[in-house]
T-cell receptor, first 115, second 116 residues
Framework: GAGVSQSPRYKVAKRGQDVALRCDPI?????LFWYQQALGQGPEFLTY????????KSGLPSDRFFAERPEGSVSTLKIQRTQQEDSAVYLC?????????????FGDGTRLSIL | AQSVAQPEDQVNVAEGNPLTVKCTYS??????LFWYVQYPNRGLQFLLK??????LVKGSYGFEAEFNKSQTSFHLKKPSALVSDSALYFC??????????????FGKGTKLSVKP
């Protein structure tokens, strides 16, 4: 597609459940990022992929968060044993090259609500 | 540590008047700076960036930003605001070193409200 696509747009889960969020980046984009945006805040970096390699996961808040991009295109962010503090909008972004300063292009996000 | 500050939570402007949304930054080395806009329930849309060159950068939808190295600022401007410009605006700086080089650090955002 023309832009970054994320699904589902909204997800409601009970505390303790596992969730999986999907990101389909712009075709050909090597770099893929996941961000977490809490209410009233700017996005905060979670993890970065270059093709299928996860090169930076310094922003993942706990070992309950796991991300993968097995074929270098679609990525999935998984949160295990969800907690209320996981409630946020999860944004995916892609770019042609992280190092060059090319802008990141964002999807519309998944709004996750943990009850 | 690298950081971005947006000192105003909200900016109110009358339609047709000029607008400015402020951003200051702290980086090691030369800054790569970005402005994004976010409409309700949408992702961030890229407006413009400063990498090098002219201090006045022109972007989408008539927006421009002025890079000021001495004041470490990168304020977003538009000569004549539209009601449709009402949205949340984020300033971001690129991480310049280490294993996170290339990632973006965002400010808290500034809500722009343009009244008819």
């Amino acid at each position: 597609g023309a832009g970054v696509s994320q699904s589902p747009r909204y997800k409601v889960a009970k505390r303790g459940q596992d969730v999986a969020l999907r990101c389909d980046p712009i075709s050909g984009h090597v770099s893929l990022f996941w961000y977490q945006q809490a209410l009233g805040q700017g996005p905060e970096f979670l993890t970065y992929f270059q093709n299928e390699a996860q090169l930076d996961k310094s922003g993942l808040p706990s070992d309950r968060f796991f991300a993968e991009r097995p074929e270098g295109s679609v990525s999935t962010l998984k949160i295990q044993r969800t907690q209320q503090e996981d409630s946020a909008v999860y944004l995916c972004a892609s770019s042609s090259d992280r190092a060059s300063g090319q802008p990141q292009h964002f999807g519309d996000g998944t709004r996750l609500s943990i009850l | 540590a690298q950081s971005v500050a947006q000192p105003e939570d909200q900016v109110n402007v009358a339609e047709g008047n000029p607008l400015t949304v402020k951003c200051t930054y702290s980086v090691s080395g030369n800054p790569y700076l970005f402005w994004y806009v976010q409409y309700p329930n949408r992702g961030l849309q890229f407006l413009l960036k400063y990498i090098t060159g002219d201090n006045l950068v022109k972007g989408s939808y008539g927006f421009e930003a002025e890079f000021n190295k001495s004041q470490t600022s990168f304020h977003l401007k538009k000569p004549s605001a539209l009601v449709s410009d009402s949205a949340l605006y984020f300033c971001a700086v690129r991480v310049n070193y280490g294993g996170s080089q290339g990632n973006l650090i965002f400010g808290k955002g500034t809500k722009l409200s343009v009244k008819p």
